[in-house]
C-alpha cells in the first residue's frame, strides 16, 4: 500500500497528469481486450474463416465488408450497451477535479465519455457513428446497426458506396491532429498515467517514451508487463485495485 500511496502523492503533487488508456480498462466493464492473456488478436483461431487482423484490415473490408458485420453484429456493437467500469468513472471523476487533463485512448467504445469525462481524444476513433467512405457521408451508429441485423452490408443510400464505423482500421492512418496534441501534451506534462495498454502499437505506444525523453514521470498499471516498465517511476498490475486505492485517496465520489 505504500507505493500506492508513493504514487498518489505524485500524481498529487503533479501540476499536469496526463492519461493514456488501452482495452484493459474496459475488461472491468466485460469487454474482452486485444493483445491480453486472453486477447482477441493472441487466439491464433480463425473467425469466419480469416484471420483475426483480417476483420480490422481496411483492404479486407473493401473486399469483404459482409465478414465484417458479421464479426460487428455480434461481437463489435454490444460494446455499446456496456457500462463504465471503476477504470472510466475514477479517471472522468479525476478529471472533473482537475487532477487529470486530456485522456488519450485507444478504445473504440465510447465508455470513457459515458462515464462523463469531458475531455477525450479517441485516438483509434469510436463506434460513436460510421460513414460512407465513397462519398463521406455520416450515420448514427444506432442506425447501422440496427439495418445490419437485417441487411448483410448497410451500403449508403445516396451512392451505394460501403460504410464503416469510424473507427481506424489497419492500412489507415491516425487523425494526424489528434495525434499530434496527444505527442504534444506527453512531452509537456509532468506526469503520464497508462492504464490498460499493453503498449505494442503505434504511434501511440510511442507517447510514453516521449514523456520519458522529455524528463516527465509515467506511472504504469497493466496487467502484464510492457516494454515501458522499465522507464516508469511505478509500475502496478490490478486496474481494478489502483482505481479503488486512488478514489480512496483523492476522496472522489465514483461508483464501485
Given at each position: 500500500?505504500?507505493?500506492?500511496?508513493?504514487?498518489?502523492?505524485?500524481?498529487?503533487?503533479?501540476?499536469?497528469?496526463?492519461?493514456?488508456?488501452?482495452?484493459?480498462?474496459?475488461?472491468?466493464?466485460?469487454?474482452?481486450?486485444?493483445?491480453?492473456?486472453?486477447?482477441?488478436?493472441?487466439?491464433?483461431?480463425?473467425?469466419?474463416?480469416?484471420?483475426?487482423?483480417?476483420?480490422?484490415?481496411?483492404?479486407?473490408?473493401?473486399?469483404?465488408?459482409?465478414?465484417?458485420?458479421?464479426?460487428?453484429?455480434?461481437?463489435?456493437?454490444?460494446?455499446?450497451?456496456?457500462?463504465?467500469?471503476?477504470?472510466?468513472?475514477?479517471?472522468?471523476?479525476?478529471?472533473?477535479?482537475?487532477?487529470?487533463?486530456?485522456?488519450?485512448?485507444?478504445?473504440?467504445?465510447?465508455?470513457?465519455?459515458?462515464?462523463?469525462?469531458?475531455?477525450?481524444?479517441?485516438?483509434?476513433?469510436?463506434?460513436?457513428?460510421?460513414?460512407?467512405?465513397?462519398?463521406?457521408?455520416?450515420?448514427?451508429?444506432?442506425?447501422?446497426?440496427?439495418?445490419?441485423?437485417?441487411?448483410?452490408?448497410?451500403?449508403?443510400?445516396?451512392?451505394?458506396?460501403?460504410?464503416?464505423?469510424?473507427?481506424?482500421?489497419?492500412?489507415e492512418s491516425l487523425?494526424?491532429?489528434?495525434?499530434?496534441?496527444?505527442?504534444?501534451?506527453?512531452?509537456?506534462?509532468?506526469?503520464?498515467?497508462?492504464?490498460?495498454?499493453?503498449?505494442?502499437?503505434?504511434?501511440?505506444?510511442?507517447?510514453?517514451?516521449?514523456?520519458?525523453?522529455?524528463?516527465?514521470?509515467?506511472?504504469?498499471?497493466?496487467?502484464?508487463?510492457?516494454?515501458?516498465?522499465?522507464?516508469?517511476?511505478?509500475t502496478f498490475d490490478?486496474?481494478?485495485?489502483?482505481?479503488?486505492?486512488?478514489?480512496?485517496?483523492?476522496?472522489?465520489?465514483?461508483?464501485?
Amino acid at each position: 500500500m505504500n507505493e500506492y500511496k508513493n504514487c498518489f502523492e505524485l500524481l498529487n503533487t503533479s501540476r499536469k497528469t496526463a492519461v493514456l488508456t488501452g482495452a484493459g480498462v474496459s475488461t472491468l466493464s466485460g469487454i474482452s481486450d486485444f493483445r491480453g492473456a486472453n486477447g482477441f488478436y493472441t487466439k491464433k483461431s480463425l473467425l469466419y474463416g480469416v484471420s483475426r487482423e483480417q476483420l480490422f484490415d481496411i483492404d479486407f473490408f473493401r473486399r469483404r465488408p459482409e465478414v465484417f458485420y458479421q464479426y460487428a453484429r455480434e461481437y463489435l456493437y454490444p460494446m455499446l450497451d456496456k457500462v463504465p467500469s471503476i477504470a472510466h468513472t475514477t479517471l472522468a471523476a479525476m478529471q472533473k477535479r482537475k487532477l487529470c487533463t486530456t485522456i488519450f485512448t485507444q478504445n473504440i467504445d465510447t465508455l470513457h465519455t459515458k462515464a462523463g469525462a469531458t475531455d477525450c481524444v479517441e485516438l483509434h476513433g469510436s463506434l460513436r457513428e460510421h460513414f460512407c467512405i465513397n462519398c463521406g457521408k455520416s450515420f448514427p451508429t444506432a442506425d447501422i446497426r440496427a439495418r445490419a441485423e437485417k441487411e448483410a452490408v448497410p451500403r449508403c443510400g445516396e451512392c451505394s458506396g460501403l460504410i464503416k464505423p469510424r473507427v481506424v482500421f489497419f492500412g489507415e492512418s491516425l487523425d494526424q491532429d489528434d495525434l499530434e496534441r496527444a505527442f504534444r501534451e506527453c512531452a509537456a506534462c509532468d506526469v503520464l498515467l497508462v492504464l490498460g495498454s499493453s503498449l505494442t502499437v503505434t504511434p501511440v505506444a510511442n507517447l510514453p517514451m516521449t514523456a520519458v525523453g522529455a524528463g516527465k514521470k509515467v506511472v504504469i498499471v497493466n496487467a502484464q508487463p510492457t516494454p515501458v516498465d522499465r522507464y516508469a517511476a511505478f509500475t502496478f498490475d490490478d486496474i481494478a485495485q489502483f482505481c479503488t486505492e486512488m478514489a480512496r485517496f483523492f476522496k472522489l465520489d465514483v461508483q464501485r
